[in-house]
């Protein structure tokens, strides 16, 4: 079974601070990605990496950055967190080929970190 | 542009009645079609794709390249199937996993 695991499940914040949530997976996948999941807007891609230290910008990537120093972990970082980054976060893997798709391949979530920031 | 569309914010049927979800697609190459099912308080999990043709919990989706669509569709709704769908899509241009909107199923007793 592969693990997705999300360091927090909820977290609430101020706004400025610098907000870490991180993502770890046992399955050594190389492609690793961070999604925000808000009503009626799906998933929305922030930034993904295909391999350490690899990054690529998803579709809305101000206000994020992102750190990848071991194949296993993820790290999704809010610079200055804002309210309107009030959201659930999803982090996914899924065995690429660097940075295109693998065909047929599943992707596995974690179990989300539902952010709040006051 | 590479684009996955549901039309559909909520779709409420009665069990036993057919189901459909919409799912319409934009991409250039070769893509490759899901869909992913989030239960209530469950993560989001792989429900079937394309490649696959296969029928899991009932449910099966062809990939129409004419219409760019990939619906999804069950004959008889089931309580159980109450959760959030989503399409999504990849393929040759890309190593990304790009998702739709999202539907909202709610099967009523």
């Known amino acids: 079974d592969v693990k997705v695991t999300q360091s927090s499940r909820y977290l609430v914040k101020r706004t400025g601070e610098k907000v870490f949530l991180e993502c770890v997976q046992d399955?050594?996948?190389?492609?690793m990605f961070w999604y925000r999941q808000d009503p009626g807007l799906g998933l929305r891609l922030i930034y993904f990496?295909?391999?350490?230290?690899?990054?690529e910008k998803g579709d809305i990537p101000e206000g994020y950055s992102v750190s990848r120093e071991k194949k296993e972990r993820f790290s999704l970082i809010l610079e200055s967190a804002s309210t309107n980054q009030t959201s659930m976060y999803l982090c996914?893997?899924?065995?690429?080929?660097?940075?295109?798709?693998?065909?047929?391949?599943?992707?596995?979530f974690g179990q989300g970190t539902r952010l709040t920031v006051v | 542009a590479q684009r996955v569309t549901q039309p559909e914010k909520l779709l409420s049927v009665f069990k036993g009645a057919p189901v459909e979800l919409k799912c319409n697609y934009s991409?250039?190459?070769?893509?490759?079609l899901f869909w992913y099912v989030q239960y209530s308080r469950q993560r989001l999990q792989l429900l079937l794709r394309?490649?696959s043709r296969e029928s899991i919990k009932g449910f099966t989706a062809d990939l129409n390249k004419g219409e760019t669509s990939f619906h999804l569709k069950k004959p008889f709704a089931q309580e159980e199937d109450s959760a959030m769908y989503y399409c999504?899509?990849?393929?040759?241009?890309?190593?990304?996993?790009?998702f739709g909107q999202g539907t909202t199923l709610q099967v009523k007793p």
């Open positions: 996914a893997t899924y065995r690429g080929q660097g940075a295109r798709w693998r065909g047929g391949t599943e992707a596995f």
């Open positions: 399955m050594d996948h190389e492609n």
């Open positions: 990496s295909y391999d350490v230290k690899m990054k």
């Open positions: 991409y250039s190459g070769s893509p490759e």
């Open positions: 394309h490649i």
């Open positions: 999504a899509l990849s393929g040759t241009l890309t190593g990304k996993l790009i």
